[in-house]
């Protein structure tokens, strides 16, 4: 199996959404905890961008012992020059710096050329390399930008001393497919690519981040860039518990990452109250209905055999079990289930009656909770506790 790297943005790209932001003991406890689920590159900060960020990236490098400490600067020495003093205490240093590489960034953006993209990208790596060995280069807007010229682009930054080749589809704009490509083509036309690891970073503006992900990895990317829940500018970013189970779920004969899956519902929650950014209920793995079934048909295969109706144990993703959650599309099988529960066996005629008193409450309410089926049983009156039937 190959090991993908995950490389967690969660504190620079992710913190950059309105009203998420972090003071520095924050980050650090997140950090912290991003490295005891496995994460082997953490990206801390944008250290020029603010005396705060700067603290928090020194800070983090600090104490972080295994994880990969990374600071984010532009193409540009004083930019470089903080994230290097940011860096100075970590043990494993990583300077990320790039450029925007599309026709719509060079001209709208840098009102420049391409000969001049190439060259300071080029002289940016050259500058980078004089503090650490580790340089990962962005190449902004990758995903818009032409891949003949991209490749030009690598080609001249390993040349300079880049190790790892980060390909952004900044917008979110690329499908699936296209993005494959990019990267296929990339590892096939960049040349020395061999010294160097192609990175996914995909946002999430028409819902394709984590598959363009995917796509990437299967195409020759070994870094994925994500977010815990998938935070990040606009519509986010790539979530790093959706690419690490499916990884683990689905491309486990080929791939592996270091991720510790029993700690992500943890994780997750931890973050979205750090940020006050509510997790979506209906979010793939970590939401609160990710293991929660509501309709009878599928209540009742569940609770037959889990596998019916779940391709993850819920354990495996640190929540102790799925849900049964009566509402007036819940059938006998699940009533009978929550009954059990609450220490109560039914007789099929107990049952039924209370069947007909459960609808008649679930069809006034959104949920029936285990108040309300203790009221139920009171107002039949017709079974035994376990044990007395």
Same mark, same amino acid.
């Given at each position: 199996?190959?090991?993908?790297?995950?490389?967690?943005? =969660?504190?620079?790209?992710?913190?950059?959404?309105?009203? &998420?932001?972090?003071?520095?003991?924050?980050?650090?406890?997140?950090?912290?905890?991003?490295?005891? %689920?496995?994460?082997?590159?953490?990206?801390?900060?944008?250290?020029?961008?603010?005396?705060?960020?700067?603290?928090?990236?020194?800070?983090?490098?600090?104490?972080? +012992?295994?994880?990969?400490?990374?600071?984010?600067?532009?193409?540009?020495?004083?930019?470089?020059?903080?994230?290097?003093?940011?860096?100075?205490?970590?043990?494993? /240093?990583?300077?990320?710096?790039?450029?925007?590489?599309?026709?719509?960034?060079? +001209? !709208?953006?840098?009102?420049?050329?391409?000969?001049?993209?190439?060259?300071?990208?080029? *002289?940016?790596?050259?500058?980078?390399?004089?503090?650490?060995?580790?340089?990962?280069?962005?190449?902004?807007?990758?995903?818009?930008?032409?891949?003949?010229?991209?490749?030009?682009?690598?080609?001249?930054?390993?040349?300079?001393?880049?190790?790892?080749?980060?390909? /952004?589809?900044? =917008?979110?704009?690329?499908?699936?497919?296209?993005?494959?490509?990019?990267?296929?083509?990339?590892?096939?036309?960049?040349?020395?690519?061999?010294?160097?690891? %192609?990175?996914?970073?995909?946002?999430?503006?028409?819902?394709?981040?984590?598959?363009?992900?995917?796509?990437?990895? #299967?195409?020759?990317?070994?870094?994925?860039? &994500?977010? @815990?829940?998938?935070?990040?500018?606009?519509?986010?970013?790539?979530?790093?518990?959706?690419?690490?189970?499916?990884? #683990?779920?689905?491309?486990?004969?080929?791939?592996?990452?270091?991720?510790?899956?029993?700690?992500?519902?943890?994780?997750?929650? !931890?973050?979205?109250?750090?940020?006050?950014? /509510?997790?979506?209920?209906?979010?793939?793995?970590?939401?609160?209905?990710?293991?929660?079934?509501?309709?009878?048909?599928?209540?009742?295969?569940?609770? +037959?055999?889990?596998?019916?109706?779940?391709? @993850?144990? /819920? #354990?495996?993703?640190?929540?102790?079990?799925?849900?049964?959650?009566?509402?007036?599309?819940?059938?006998?099988?699940?009533?009978?289930?929550?009954?059990?529960?609450?220490?109560?066996? %039914?007789?099929?005629?107990?049952?039924?009656?209370?069947?007909?008193?459960?609808?008649?409450?679930?069809?006034?309410?959104?949920?029936?909770?285990?108040?309300?089926?203790?009221? @139920?049983?009171?107002?039949?009156?017709?079974? *035994?506790?376990?044990?007395?039937?």
């Amino acid at each position: 199996m190959e090991k993908i790297q995950i490389f967690d943005t =969660t504190l620079r790209d992710g913190e950059q959404v309105p009203g &998420c932001k972090l003071i520095t003991a924050q980050k650090v406890n997140i950090a912290m905890r991003l490295e005891d %689920l496995g994460v082997d590159i953490i990206e801390a900060g944008f250290p020029i961008s603010s005396p705060g960020d700067f603290e928090a990236v020194e800070a983090i490098s600090k104490i972080v +012992k295994d994880s990969t400490v990374c600071a984010l600067s532009r193409s540009v020495e004083k930019d470089i020059d903080a994230a290097a003093r940011a860096l100075k205490h970590a043990k494993r /240093p990583r300077i990320h710096t790039g450029i925007g590489t599309s026709d719509v960034h060079i +001209k !709208y953006k840098f009102n420049s050329t391409r000969e001049d993209i190439l060259d300071r990208a080029y *002289k940016a790596v050259k500058y980078a390399r004089r503090f650490t060995d580790d340089i990962e280069f962005y190449a902004e807007d990758a995903g818009r930008t032409d891949n003949i010229f991209l490749a030009q682009v690598c080609s001249k930054v390993i040349e300079a001393g880049a190790t790892v080749l980060n390909i /952004p589809d900044t =917008t979110g704009y690329c499908l699936p497919s296209e993005y494959g490509e990019k990267i296929k083509f990339l590892y096939e036309h960049v040349t020395n690519i061999e010294k160097a690891v %192609l990175s996914t970073h995909c946002h999430n503006d028409l819902g394709l981040a984590t598959t363009n992900a995917i796509s990437g990895i #299967q195409n020759g990317a070994r870094q994925i860039e &994500c977010t @815990i829940n998938g935070v990040g500018e606009r519509a986010g970013n790539t979530a790093l518990e959706e690419v690490a189970m499916i990884i #683990q779920h689905r491309l486990g004969e080929k791939y592996q990452t270091n991720i510790n899956s029993k700690l992500l519902t943890d994780i997750s929650k !931890y973050v979205s109250n750090e940020m006050g950014m /509510p997790v979506q209920p209906n979010k793939a793995i970590v939401g609160e209905n990710a293991f929660a079934h509501s309709s009878g048909i599928h209540q009742d295969g569940v609770i +037959k055999n889990r596998n019916n109706y779940e391709i @993850i144990d /819920p #354990q495996s993703v640190g929540i102790d079990s799925s849900r049964i959650v009566l509402t007036a599309r819940s059938g006998r099988a699940a009533l009978a289930y929550r009954y059990k529960q609450l220490g109560f066996q %039914l007789y099929k005629s107990e049952l039924d009656n209370l069947y007909l008193a459960f609808l008649k409450v679930a069809d006034k309410k959104k949920e029936v909770h285990d108040e309300d089926l203790i009221g @139920i049983r009171k107002m039949i009156g017709e079974f *035994k506790a376990v044990g007395n039937a």
